[in-house]
């Protein structure tokens, strides 16, 4: 017996919206489909998760506000995510890599997926980097072997945070300010676009301040330079410490 027109049409809607036979049949009448569709989001395989935060969402108070932090971990981080796993969904040999080792190396991804790496694997990293070098009852002189080398490259703590905030000023529309182990092993300042990691230069990532106007914006409206300055209270420097010390391992 042939399909009906209705029933083709209809599991393969069903196929493609990434529902079960049970839900298409649970629908029902005729015209249901469409809108359960538009409802349904499509399952996306949970490849790559978001990190809990490791503290309250206020914890940062005054310095991060509780509604910028309820938005930006639990909606631009998880979009990030999202998309992130929905491109690599189709390619089972990259399901067990590192997000280290997916951004490290964007040329050897397939073309078609290599721009959507770059922006949501990179913000996904970026984003999990942010939230573990952030802390309440933080901020302070940074102290063992990073403060150490702080004082050896830059001369001073002062002067670091300096030459950050002006590489998370300058940068233009949205992006990052960074503290990274260069390529040589030293320390180094710079300042990446939209969700760029420094792993894509063969540099390491130990502290990053989040300059997107997302970060900010409900707190500190266009006063980035406020925000960069007063974001120094929340720094974790011994998480930054351990990251140094891993690098330099
Ligand atoms: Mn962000």
Known sequence: MALSRRAFIGRSLVAAAGLTVADWLWLGQDG????????TTPSVPEIFKVPPLPYAYDALQPTIDRETMEFHHDKHHAAYVK????AIAPYPDLHQKSI???ISNLDALPADIRTAVRNNGGGHDNHSLFWAGMGPNAGGQ??????????DTFGSFEALQTAFNQAGAKRFGSGWAWLVLDRQGKLAVTSTANQDSPRMDGQTPLLGNDVWEHA???NYRN???EYLKQ???VVNWPVI???YEAAKA
């Not at 249901?32 to 409802?39: E, M, P, R």
């Not at 998309?83 to 929905?86: C, E, K, P, S």
Request: hydrophobic share 40%; charged share 20%; proline share 3%.
């Open 32 to 39: 249901a489909i469409g809108t359960a569709i538009a409802q």
């Open 216 to 218: 900010y914006y409900l």
């Open 142 to 151: 940074p102290t063992g072997a990073i403060g150490r080398a702080i004082t």
């Open 100 to 102: 280290e080792e997916l």
């Open 231 to 233: 974001w120094w209270n």
């Open 241 to 243: 410490n351990q990251r």
């Open 83 to 86: 998309n992130l796993n929905t």
């Open 223 to 225: 006063r980035r330079d």
